[in-house]
């Protein structure tokens, strides 16, 4: 086979894979770029967190996606079709390949909840029997067996989200794009939608966007995370490196309520004379921090460290750790160098005059 026709169909295994791609995606509004050059691929299977504080161009995006919003230029491409070009009568067929669940569920408050699953399919045209079969699967999947006939009125934020997962399922569409579905549920129902997410993720290998200004949503269960601030991408990456070692200042304060931090009456003590003891932050993740570091540490560095604060976590079956250490302010190049022998990211955070 000659390279031209191998590199086509390493092209086309390519494109099948990518559910949706977007290249050089740019949207102003007046003197605001909403997307400012956003690129990203959501593969299939994969579930692909976006996330961005307000205002950093996450509802313009879905809009560009759904094909509500036009970008000013740049490609969308959903499954290898290219959308900006198309016109209302094209875009349809493309929009029922995306089911959308969203904060305030928008389910028909007069219809039952089977009525509510069965919705896409009636538009397709499906048969009322075929629609209502369907249903009934779907509604066992998500968990409300029993509730088919129940009105949304009487139903908890839960259960109702649980109606808008099945109803977005209906259709069996490439992609289920979450608007910050969880975003006015409690914690414990959002850790049992997200669970829910996850589990059809598994059992049915459905792609997931998730766009979400909450960490921990991206934290429980995305495989990759995008960080979109004023319109462009700061940071991409698994999960677990993104939060291991975030580069960007804005991933770094979306992450400040869940990662470890200095507490504050020590921050406080932080000066920038280069005396007493340095406070360090030690990021550590992945294989190294499966490793014995602080036997390494305790063998090797004789200037002698106090652990201030920190822990481990896990995510993505990944171990994440962040410390934070003391060392004798004369001593902080010999640390630094000793713990990135052993795989750890070593930051000075500044100097206290006596003891932390
Ligand atoms: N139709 C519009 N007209 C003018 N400006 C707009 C319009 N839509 C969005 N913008 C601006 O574009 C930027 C991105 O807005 P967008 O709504 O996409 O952000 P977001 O991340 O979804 O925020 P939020 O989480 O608050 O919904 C903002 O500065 C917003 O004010």
Redesign the pocket.
């Known amino acids: 086979m000659n390279t031209h026709v191998t590199r086509q169909l390493a092209e086309a295994a390519a494109r099948e894979d990518d559910v949706v791609r977007l290249a050089d995606v740019r949207r102003r509004?007046?003197a605001?770029a909403?997307l400012d050059g956003v690129s990203l691929t959501v593969r299939r299977g994969e579930i692909l967190g976006i996330i961005?504080r307000?205002?950093?161009?996450?509802?313009?995006?879905i809009r560009c996606l759904n094909g509500l919003e036009r970008p000013d230029s740049g490609s969308i491409a959903i499954e290898g079709r290219e959308i900006t070009g198309l016109g209302e009568a094209e875009l349809q067929p493309l929009r029922r390949r995306i089911g959308m669940i969203f904060q305030h569920f928008n389910l028909l408050s007069a219809k039952t909840v089977e009525e509510n699953v069965a919705l896409p399919l009636k538009i397709e045209g499906w048969t009322k029997a075929k629609r209502l079969a369907r249903a009934a699967e779907l509604i066992d999947l998500v968990g409300l067996k029993g509730k088919a006939k129940a009105y949304p009125s009487e139903l908890s934020g839960g259960q109702k989200q649980r109606v808008g997962i099945a109803r977005a399922l209906a259709a069996s569409p490439a992609l289920l794009l979450s608007d910050e579905a969880t975003s006015a549920l409690d914690p414990e129902t959002t850790r049992a939608i997200l669970t829910l997410l996850k589990d059809i993720n598994r059992k049915l290998g459905l792609t997931i966007l998730l766009i979400t200004?909450e960490m921990e949503v991206v934290r429980s269960i995305a495989d990759r995370v995008t960080v979109l601030d004023a319109?462009r991408i700061v940071e991409e990456g698994p999960v677990w490196q993104v939060f291991a070692t975030p580069q960007a200042q804005t991933t770094k304060s979306l992450l400040s309520g869940i990662r470890p931090q200095l507490p504050t009456h020590i921050t406080r003590k932080l000066v920038a004379d280069v005396t007493g003891e340095a406070i360090l932050g030690v990021d550590i993740a992945g294989p190294a921090a499966t490793g014995p570091l602080f036997q390494q540490l305790s063998a090797e560095f004789a200037d002698g460290y106090r652990l201030v604060h920190g822990g481990v976590d896990h995510i993505q079956e990944q171990a994440v750790g962040r410390f934070f250490i003391a060392v004798p302010a004369e001593a902080t190049a010999r640390f630094t160098t000793l713990a990135e022998r052993f795989g750890a990211q070593v930051e000075v955070l500044g100097h206290v005059a006596g003891h932390a």
């Open positions: 509004f007046g605001t909403a961005g307000s205002g950093a161009g996450k509802s313009t995006l200004h319109g």
